[in-house]
């Protein structure tokens, strides 16, 4: 059964250090998404890839996010500082165009303290 | 910005009792998502549905489409402690399903036994 996989699920760091969250999209989706999840704002897309090109990355804080995706396997989500307001769950999905289903990862638990 | 207004957006209702929740929106989608998510996992989808006035059954869940695709209903028959969970609704817009959802808060359902 195709799974996306995120590394790692839990991470605890301080404020001021550097963040780096992974992500193995299903072998033959073409798009990847990263969506960062509270309990007060739910689910916030934060960039979206297709075929590995960044097509939106307005949902992010761009001077201490960035999102790669180095090649068709892997994806990268980079906090850098991190800040305690980044505390939050972290998810990747991947999917295919036009209306098909995502599939999400479980997540990276981030604190930042 | 299309939003999606879910609600309630905490429900807790004994075993084998019905309900009803609701995703809502000022604007029109091409096509809306249900999902559910448990605890520590990733958004699971649950159905799409595409053609506005569509109901589709899922076992004892039964999903609808508004006539005018703004909003979107899920109704559980007898429910079950098994149902507990965050239903989240996902609208996409006209670039498709693997364009960006824009997600609701998503309903917290909890079955008591």
């Known amino acids: 059964d195709a799974r996306v996989t995120q590394t790692p699920r839990h991470k605890v760091t301080e404020m001021g250090q550097e963040v780096t969250m992974r992500c193995q999209p299903i072998?033959?989706?073409?798009?990847v998404f990263w969506y960062r999840q509270t309990m007060m704002q739910g689910l916030e897309l934060l960039a979206y890839?297709?075929?590995?090109?960044?097509?939106?990355d307005s949902g992010m804080p761009k001077d201490r996010f960035s999102a790669e995706m180095p090649d068709a396997t892997l994806a990268t989500l980079k906090i850098q500082p991190s800040e305690p307001r980044d505390s939050a769950v972290y998810f990747c999905?991947?999917?295919?165009?036009?209306?098909?289903?995502?599939?999400f990862g479980n997540g990276t638990r981030l604190t930042v303290t | 910005t299309q939003l999606l207004e879910q609600s309630p957006q905490f429900l807790s209702i004994q075993e084998g009792e019905n309900l009803t929740v609701y995703c809502n929106s000022s604007?029109?989608?091409?096509?809306l998502q249900w999902y559910r998510q448990e605890p520590g996992e990733g958004p699971v989808l649950l159905v799409t549905?595409?053609?506005?006035?569509e109901v589709k059954k899922l076992k004892r869940l039964t999903f609808q489409f508004g006539d005018a695709r703004k909003d979107s209903s899920l109704h559980i028959t007898a429910a079950q402690p098994g149902d507990t969970g965050l239903y989240l609704c996902?609208?996409?817009?006209?670039?498709?399903?693997?364009?960006?959802?824009?997600f609701g808060k998503g309903t917290h359902l909890i079955i008591q036994p």
């Open positions: 999905a991947s999917g295919l165009e036009r209306n098909s289903p995502l599939h």
């Open positions: 996902a609208g996409a817009g006209s670039g498709g399903g693997a364009d960006g959802l824009t």
């Open positions: 072998l033959g989706h073409n798009t």
């Open positions: 549905v595409v053609t506005g006035g």
């Open positions: 890839f297709r075929n590995r090109a960044p097509l939106d």
């Open positions: 604007s029109v989608f091409s096509s």
